[in-house]
């Protein structure tokens, strides 16, 4: 695999994470760890700490994509930023936490766990009937300080950005769909920024050249540029579909992916 046929991949992937990530609120990421993964083995780097430098440099990239997009859909009035704000510390206390778990497994337990958890993900989006509700309002402070670090410390073992789970959460808790996803695109800069600045400072062993700890610069510039350029048309896309085809999206895309990489894991 050339350098010069690596760098055009990338800005295939960084533009469909980029178009994803505005699209159903997931920062990209459940595209990035599998692209990463692949094409990083493909380059002959399959070692037992492949994965971590997988989940840190998709987070690395959510920063920025989480931010371009929840401006997108805040300019739509789509964003609950009192959520936002009162779900945040808690979320960056689980996506720490996260980090120091990470750095401990190997990379055929981090792709069981992405597998089998995005595979879960997408069975209750895909089965579950779209008026079903636990309330209709979001609870208090008690299941905001137990929920919230879950939700922080599970995105960091995926490399997400937090919308897989929020998504849901939120609209099992009365927000309508299309706010449900612009609220959650904010998760992910809340969990991304301190996982990937603690994942700087954690060294992987046999990493691609030009990782920083755990985090690839190069895939990290390429994939950046270009979902900063696609997030917004994938947030103008979410508020043009109605909210049964984008639930079947978000299903259909999670299934795959889960699927691809159990089928790389146990096969």
């Not at 690596?6 to 980029?18: K, S």
């Not at 998760?187 to 700890?213: E, M, N, Q, R």
């Not at 350029?229 to 994938?234: H, S, V």
């Amino acid at each position: 695999m050339t350098l010069a046929f690596l760098g055009l991949v990338l800005i295939a992937v960084g533009a469909f994470a980029g178009l994803m990530a505005g699209l159903l609120g997931v920062g990209g990421g459940i595209v990035l760890v599998p692209a990463f993964f692949y094409l990083f083995e493909g380059l002959g780097y399959g070692g037992d700490n492949l994965m971590q430098v997988c989940l840190a440099t998709s987070l690395a990239t959510i920063i920025l994509t989480s931010v371009r997009s929840v401006l997108a859909h805040h300019r739509r009035g789509a964003v609950d930023m009192q959520i936002l704000r009162d779900w945040a510390p808690p979320i960056a206390l689980g996506a720490v936490v996260g980090v120091g778990v990470v750095d401990h497994l190997s990379t055929h337990s981090l792709q069981v766990i992405f597998g089998v958890m995005v595979l879960a993900i997408s069975g209750y989006m895909g089965f579950g009937k779209p008026d079903w509700r636990l309330s209709d309002q979001l609870p208090g402070c008690r299941f905001r300080l137990s929920f919230g670090p879950l939700m922080g410390f599970v995105s960091v073992l995926l490399g997400i950005g937090g919308g897989s789970i929020g998504t849901p959460m939120l609209t099992l808790h009365g927000v309508p769909i299309h706010r449900a996803v612009a609220t959650s695109a904010g998760f992910g800069a809340t969990i991304a920024l301190p996982s990937a600045v603690a994942f700087l400072f954690t060294p992987v062993p046999d990493a691609p050249p030009y990782t920083v700890g755990a985090i690839n610069l190069p895939a990290f510039g390429i994939v950046i540029v270009m979902t900063l350029i696609t997030a917004p048309m994938g947030a103008a896309l979410a508020h043009r579909l109605d909210p049964k085809k984008l639930r079947a999206v978000f299903v259909g895309f999670l299934a795959l992916v889960a699927l691809n990489m159990l089928r790389k894991a146990l096969f």
